[in-house]
């Protein structure tokens, strides 16, 4: 039976990268049932819908969600990101995002696991004396032990099946509340796992090595709010921001997973057709892979490294990669 998947092309690039992405899919044989989702900055400026709740129960049933970007200029920040994309994560307890960094021409090959429901992402926190002299806002970062832990367990289980080396990276020395929290976790788990070496870096310093010298890294498991800083940096050493995909996992299954490009919806260079479909054609991959399909997976890959890169253009790279199938 083929499986079940929402589709969210979103805003600017994203429609265009994720045509590819499904072009790439149904080129390598893999039949998918797909359901289009009118959802983002868009449709919200259209007619104020974000993400209604009679969708998000459609989506339970889904096998998985396919997202290319969201965000428009004119809505305000927050609105779509809190709104949709974080409320995916977290209504769908999506509490993985993995993000896989490699780059073989300069021996790059590692994966970020990044909380993806909890940190400074929460929402805890807020205003008080809006506008006036006397304003406060607080923004806090909840850290639960559960959520830390199953973070925690995946980044070593992954570590396990790759070359064994697990680096986890804070700021323990400053967030000494949430750190001593991660820090415990971290080495009371890594008990269970003696064939795993551990390492510790500071989020500053990891950005020094990650551009420096990206090869000493396996497994990285960090917070929600380093991953999202330090995954861009990830994308940036590791042939482009345009390269890098991710996927939002639930890996318990009970629910669907999501899989996106790292990247946004960069309006400015939206309809005309340059956007660099490679992240949201290996989000796709990620995405067979999630759902058994690992053989499919594994071409997709491959023939995204096999890519001339003398090929520029969206339609281009995607008929390419199909080609190279
Ligand atoms: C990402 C994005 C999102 C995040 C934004 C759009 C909310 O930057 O997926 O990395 O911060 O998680
Ligand atoms: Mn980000």
């Not at 993000?99 to 929402?123: M, S």
């Not at 997976?297 to 090929?311: Q, T, Y």
Request: aromatic share 8%; glycine share 12%; charged share 20%.
């Amino acid at each position: 039976m083929a499986n079940r998947i929402g589709v969210v092309g979103g805003d600017g690039i994203g429609p265009e990268v994720i045509s590819e992405g499904l072009k790439v899919i149904q080129a390598s044989g893999i039949d998918l049932e797909t359901v289009e989702y009118d959802l983002g900055g868009e449709r919200y400026e259209r007619d104020g819908t974000i993400l209604p709740e009679s969708v998000l129960e459609e989506w339970r049933d889904l096998d998985a969600i396919y997202l290319g970007a969201v965000g428009t200029p004119n809505v305000p920040p927050g609105v779509i990101e809190r709104g949709l994309l974080l409320k995916m994560r977290f209504e769908l307890d999506l509490y993985i995002n993995l993000r896989p960094f490699v780059f073989p021409e300069d021996e790059i090959d590692f994966q970020v696991v990044r909380e993806n429901t909890e940190g400074p992402y929460a929402g805890e926190g807020g205003v008080h004396r809006l506008g006036t002299p006397y304003e406060i806002a607080t923004q806090g970062s909840v850290n639960t032990r559960h959520g830390v832990e199953r973070a925690v367990r995946f980044a070593f289980e992954l570590a396990m099946e790759r070359r064994r080396h697990l680096t986890m990276v804070h700021k323990t020395n400053v967030l000494s509340f949430a750190g001593d929290l991660w820090d415990r976790t971290f080495n009371e788990v890594s008990e269970e796992y003696p064939e795993v070496e551990t390492a510790y870096n500071h989020c500053d310093a990891a950005c020094i090595y990650m551009v420096q010298s990206p090869q000493q890294y396996d497994v990285i498991v960090t917070d929600n709010l380093f991953g999202d800083i330090l995954t861009d940096l990830g994308g940036a050493v590791s042939g482009g921001i345009g390269t890098a995909s991710s996927a939002n996992l639930n890996p318990t299954k009970t629910g669907p997973s999501m899989f996106e490009p790292v990247h946004g919806s960069a309006p400015d260079i939206a309809g005309q057709g340059i956007a660099n479909p490679v992240a949201a054609i290996l989000s796709g991959a990620m995405m067979l892979d999630f759902l058994g399909e690992q053989n499919a997976a594994s071409r997709i890959v491959e023939a995204c490294n096999k890519l001339d890169p003398g090929i520029t253009g969206t339609i281009e790279i995607g008929n390419a990669i199909a080609s190279n199938l």
